[in-house]
């Protein structure tokens, strides 16, 4: 009654920000992504009778209150589907730092939903994995199939999942992560979520996302790098421009992610085609073709404010170890 998974997080190339239904986290809108390969959770999940309540251990430290009134909530679900009482111990950590603008609600969920429901001795289709997991973070639906992802909202509860558009092979393109800060987040994506409606630009960035998407979608299938990286950057800053004219206003990257965007900018100039995201924190993914890594890996190791770098594939779905 022991079961062990590994899932790696995700980078979204059209954002998840703000809901439909907070409570079952459906999405205003649909989003696609890339799987990391180097950025993941392994996450082990052992029942025993001998428990008299739920354990969980945080790379290797006793979760916080709030993290672990969430991830029993979780448990409470798939104790549920699997009809059973018993309680468990949950060891998670992490390749990356936590709450930085590398999903780890996305890894760390993903991984938690496969390893609790085989420990449960569930069989679930990955579509489920993806429903359930959803209900635990939403981008973490994201992380349960392999390669480039897009999330359908859908319409309820059992229409909201993701699935594979492509597999990780299908494009040899990079996430490489400038890690510049590891500071856990002062407000929670959570939190940010909630407070979307607040921006005088939410409702405009919803209704304009079904063109944006048909236009990636058609980038990814002809793999129109300049297309794709084109998109991947506006969607960042129109992401942003909603997060920083909600109230209270989120300011997720600071002075070094600038000095990052402005170094990619000048790599474009020097023909290195080079593309920026950022997510609910400092940290810059830059989208770039394998080829051009080893240039880029070199003009970070430059830079003083860049503590760590992290260079990804396009990762697999979430699986048993
Ligand atoms: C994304 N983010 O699409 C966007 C971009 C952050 C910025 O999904 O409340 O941690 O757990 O469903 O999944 C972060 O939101 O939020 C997120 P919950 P989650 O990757």
């Excluded at 289709?125 to 859908?154: D, M, N, T, Y």
């Excluded at 810059?284 to 080829?291: D, E, Q, R």
């Amino acid at each position: 009654m022991k079961a062990a998974a590994k899932a790696t997080s995700n980078i979204a190339f059209i954002k998840y920000w703000g809901k439909k239904d907070e409570a079952l986290r459906i999405p205003a809108n649909s989003s696609i992504s890339m799987n990391l390969s180097n950025a993941y959770s392994i996450t082990s999940v052992e029942l025993s009778k001998n428990l008299k309540k739920d354990q969980v251990y945080l790379n290797s430290k006793k979760a916080e209150e709030d993290e672990y009134t969430r991830i029993v909530k979780h448990l409470d679900l798939i104790r549920a589907l699997a009809k059973s009482n018993l309680f468990a111990k949950v060891k998670s950590r992490n390749s990356f730092p936590k709450g930085t603008g590398i999903a780890s609600s996305a890894s760390g969920f993903a991984a938690l939903t496969l390893a609790a429901t085989k420990a449960f001795k569930l069989n679930l289709s990955q579509k489920k994995l993806s429903i359930l997991a959803r209900l635990g973070s939403g981008s973490a639906c994201r992380s349960i199939p392999p390669g480039f992802v897009e999330w359908v909202k859908g319409a309820d509860s059992k229409t909201s999942y993701a699935k594979t558009l492509y597999p990780p092979s299908y494009w040899d393109i990079l996430d490489i992560v400038a890690i510049v800060g590891e500071s856990k987040k002062e407000i929670s994506s959570t939190k940010g979520h909630s407070l979307t409606g607040t921006s005088p630009f939410f409702n405009k960035r919803i209704a304009d996302l079904p063109q944006k998407i048909k236009d990636i979608k058609k980038a990814l299938k002809f793999k129109d790098f300049t297309k794709l990286g084109t998109i991947i950057e506006e969607e960042a800053l129109n992401m942003h421009a909603v997060m920083l004219t909600q109230r209270p206003p989120l300011i997720y990257f600071n002075s070094s992610s600038l000095s990052i965007i402005r170094e990619i900018y000048e790599m474009r100039k020097k023909g290195i085609e080079a593309y920026f995201t950022l997510d609910a924190g400092p940290n810059v993914h830059i989208i770039c073709k394998a080829p051009d890594a080893p240039k880029i890996k070199k003009i970070l190791k430059n830079q003083k404010i860049v503590k760590k770098i992290l260079v990804n594939k396009p990762g697999n779905g979430t699986e048993i170890i």
